[in-house]
């Protein structure tokens, strides 16, 4: 069984001896651990930091895309490597690496497809009082949204088994935990959570500027995942929403028009026929977005078959390799 860790990375120089160093080298029912590093437009020379300390995969990415668009590059790499299991930590260490083996355990036995490192939000030392609470409300949002009980959503420490990551499908812009959270909920993945243990901040975040910019942008990717995977629930919702607000003056102006006083109240008229007439009009987005929903699902099952044949190539290729081997040394024999 490999494994291979992955660690988007941009501008991290300075920080990535000292994470790579407390990778571990070996866990009990692993065969093989290799290191994979996402320079995602760093500028500051952390592909050749990479390749001097002996980095096994490096991908780079000429300008930065973000978090999210390196954790893809990473997934799609790990598993053209190989990857049985992927680990995702970050560059600057706030993750213990020592937990590393907690954290594959229950793929490594079976339990789960995506185990979730839980920081302990709520009792860390090292987040703020507003970060512990945005934290959890995010979490909550996030459990509710994919029907999982993941108390730690936004933690980036997870892995992932190789059937969970050919059916993870990222679209998002800003990060991946949130999204690949819903993803995998709504396609009833076994996820799974273990306390993990974390290290002090050495720089501020580079994924948001600001906490508004964080809670505007995650925010975002929560409504946009959660309508992605229920698009008939959400129009319908809404269009039921405005057509319910537009009842209110609609009847305030048949109340008045049957009292023989409608010339003066048709703004209501106009108001309500407007709200009603949106709301079946979104109502009915909603039934051509759930059709597009189901053609996206087909789209995500053929992607995953052209994995697994991918797959079944390279292994038939590795297999070819090996037994080219030993017939060239007969041969040479």
Not at 99 to 108: E, T
Not at 161 to 168: D, G, K, P, T, V
Not at 176 to 200: C, D, F, H, W
Request: hydrophobic content about 45%; some cysteine.
């Amino acid at each position: 069984m490999k494994l291979i860790i992955q660690i988007p990375c941009f501008n991290e120089g300075d920080h990535l001896p000292e994470t790579l160093a407390a990778l571990p080298r070996a866990i009990d029912g692993v065969d093989a651990i290799e290191f994979l590093v996402v320079d995602d437009g760093s500028r500051d020379g952390t592909s050749e930091v990479a390749r001097r300390l002996g980095v096994h995969h490096i991908v780079r990415h000429r300008t930065n895309r973000g978090l999210a668009a390196a954790f893809r590059s990473g997934l799609e790499r790990s598993l053209s490597e190989g990857a049985d299991i992927i680990v995702n930590t970050d560059a600057d260490n706030q993750y213990d690496a020592r937990d590393i083996a907690a954290l594959v355990a229950p793929i490594i036995h079976g339990e789960a497809d995506i185990v979730v490192g839980d920081r302990g939000v709520r009792d860390n030392q090292h987040f703020g009082p507003v970060k512990r609470s945005l934290q959890r409300l995010g979490s909550a949002t996030v459990q509710r949204l994919s029907r999982t009980q993941i108390p730690d959503a936004v933690s980036g420490f997870r892995a992932i088994s190789r059937e969970a990551a050919q059916r993870i499908n990222i679209t998002s812009d800003f990060s991946y935990t949130t999204e690949m959270l819903i993803q995998a909920g709504r396609k009833r993945m076994a996820i799974m959570s273990v306390p993990v243990r974390t290290n002090g901040a050495v720089r501020p975040s580079r994924l948001f500027r600001s906490i508004p910019h964080f809670i505007v942008n995650t925010t975002a990717t929560m409504l946009r995942a959660w309508a992605m995977y229920n698009p008939l629930r959400a129009f319908v919702s809404a269009g039921a929403i405005a057509f319910i607000v537009g009842l209110a003056p609609m009847i305030r102006f048949l109340w008045y028009y049957v009292s023989g006083d409608g010339a003066g109240h048709v703004q209501s008229l106009i108001i309500g026929g407007v709200l009603m007439i949106l709301g079946v009009i979104t109502i009915l987005l909603g039934a051509v977005a759930d059709l597009i929903g189901r053609n996206r699902n087909l789209m995500e099952q053929v992607l995953e078959r052209v994995r697994a044949l991918e797959e079944s190539l390279r292994k038939e290729a590795e297999a070819g390799e090996a037994g080219e081997k030993p017939a060239e040394r007969r041969r040479a024999g």
